[in-house]
């Protein structure tokens, strides 16, 4: 099996393989009486088959594992494959199709589970090329070979929108590729969270003169009012079309995100006054939540203006979940904070503590953090420029070595207790951050991995879903993917 055997992509928990010179088989033979493995038996068989003579025999038989755990047992020509559920048997079938490509039978044991429950990725139509479904659909088998088991799917304008004809562009999708695209992640045991904005990012819808009078500033066309109850009807009638689309999707993401710059016409100006911004955002927010919740879909929305406005919690479901992101954090704890709220009273965008610049201990941060410090982060007091209603919302969630040292992700707990459950979003590609032309893959993959840890540690967040917004090369979408897998297994 060469030098080192078994490159298996999440590293397996526990693993002693050793080495023979017994080529893996043309045949396999797969026994199977367990009802919940059946179905995957004929999808992988023709995936383990090598070049050998002998013959293979593979059982699949049930244990009292953990739901998507696995245990493999090599001796001479049988394989022992036992799992409780079927994500854990299609996880050990993916660790048999990775073992079998290296061309030899091992002898010896794996054993290995999932950490986190939700690994996800980002699947945007938007970007990338606009890749066409022949590529997506590689992207999600990809995904779920490396035991990933989400893909948000954002398609902003290449939707075919019956109701809306002018917001689908000429290359969206059409409902019979959706459909393929709902086929292919269901056989592959993928959860498929469709994703719709309701406020901001709907340059493709308000550019149209018809829809334009529902622009929170008339000379920007990204946010909506969250006054006029067209919006909110419009919203309805998109996400109600990508929801008849998704029939099986449980989970229904409105985005919700960079909406901060509301408060500007009339009617929202003297609401803002009368009750605050946090209580507009809410509000209308928290109606789009209970619209899905009616629909039977539980809400997801990111997390950063309610982060910036946090009287909006007030106004929104429990059951929303949050999808925190932040793409700054490459260690934990950092010396980095993204205070949002503070931000949006005037403080610094992203800090770190004035006295980092001193250039002391300069060696006990990596040269990654130093660089996101250097081209994303201001050097401020930081304690004095973040104010006391910033500190008294959340320095108990900032960690001990407040302020030269923050705790990285430090809202997941806030928002945790505050009621919501946690999805965390690192970035495979985002901040518009290249090196020579590439993604600087160095930096997102030292996020991926403060995401995961962050995740694991904490041990109530669901887990995480990496981002990718660059309009690149698809291609480039398979390193940060197989980071994720890497690290959320
Ligand atoms: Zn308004």
């Known amino acids: 099996m060469g030098d080192k055997p078994c490159h298996i ?16 088989p043309k045949r396999v033979d797969v026994s199977c009486d367990v009802a919940c493995a059946e179905p995957l038996v004929g999808r992988y068989k023709s995936d383990l088959a090598g070049r050998g003579d002998e013959l293979l025999k593979v059982s699949l038989i049930e244990t009292n594992s953990r739901s998507g755990g696995y245990e493999l047992s090599f001796d001479k020509g049988v394989l022992i494959v036992s799992a409780s559920d079927t994500p854990g048997f299609r996880h050990a079938l993916q660790t048999v199709s990775q073992i079998s490509s290296e061309g030899r039978i091992p002898v010896g044991t794996v054993a290995d589970w999932p950490e986190l429950s939700i690994r996800g990725f980002h699947l945007n139509f938007e970007a990338y090329r606009r890749l066409d479904l022949k590529r997506a659909l590689h992207l999600i088998r990809t995904a779920e070979h490396f035991k990933l088991n989400t893909i948000l799917v954002e398609y902003g304008p290449r939707f075919p929108f019956k109701s809306h004809p002018s917001i689908g562009e ?7 590729e959706i459909q393929q695209l709902n086929a292919e992640a269901d056989a592959l045991g993928i959860r498929i969270i469709p994703l719709q904005q309701s406020l901001a990012h709907l340059e493709y819808a308000l550019k149209h003169e018809h829809l334009s009078h529902l622009r929170e500033r008339r ?13 909110l009807e419009l919203f309805k009638s998109l996400a109600g079309e990508v929801i008849e689309r998704h029939p099986k999707a449980e989970w229904f993401h409105l985005g919700g995100d960079e909406a901060r710059k509301i408060g500007h016409c009339a009617r929202c100006k003297e609401d803002a006054k009368q009750e605050g911004l ?15 919740l009616d629909q039977g879909r539980r809400p997801i929305v990111w997390d950063d203006t309610l982060c910036s406005l946090p009287d909006a919690f ?28 503070a931000h949006a009273d005037g403080g610094p965008r992203v800090a770190h503590d004035w006295a980092w610049s001193l250039g002391r201990k300069r060696g006990r941060i990596s040269d990654v953090q130093i660089q996101v410090m250097r081209n994303y982060s201001k050097p401020v007091r930081l304690r004095a420029s973040l104010g006391k209603k910033y500190l008294g919302e959340f320095e108990a969630y900032l960690g001990n070595g407040f302020p030269r040292w923050v705790r990285a992700l430090p809202y997941l707990e806030y928002y945790q207790d505050r009621g919501h459950e946690v999805i965390t979003s690192p970035t495979g590609m985002g901040n518009g951050d290249t090196q020579d032309g ?39 979408l398979y390193q940060p993917l197989i980071r994720t897998a890497q690290c959320a297994w």
């Open 9 to 24: 992509i999440p590293i397996p928990k526990r693993m002693s393989l050793e080495s023979t010179d017994r080529p893996w």
């Open 170 to 176: 000429a290359d969206a999708l059409t409902p019979e």
């Open 219 to 231: 000379e920007k066309r990204n946010l909506m009012c969250p006054r006029d109850p067209q919006s």
């Open 278 to 292: 946090g209580a507009v955002y809410g509000r209308y927010i928290g109606d789009a939540a209970r619209w899905l």
């Open 314 to 341: 007030e106004h929104l479901p429990k059951e929303t979940l949050m999808t925190y992101w932040d793409y700054i954090a490459v260690a934990d704890p950092t010396p980095v904070l993204i205070p949002r709220m």
């Open 438 to 476: 590439v993604p600087n893959f160095e930096r997102f993959e030292h996020n991926i991995r403060t995401h995961a840890e962050r995740c694991k540690s904490n041990g109530k967040a669901l887990g995480m879903i990496t981002t990718a917004w660059y309009n690149m090369p698809p291609e480039l």
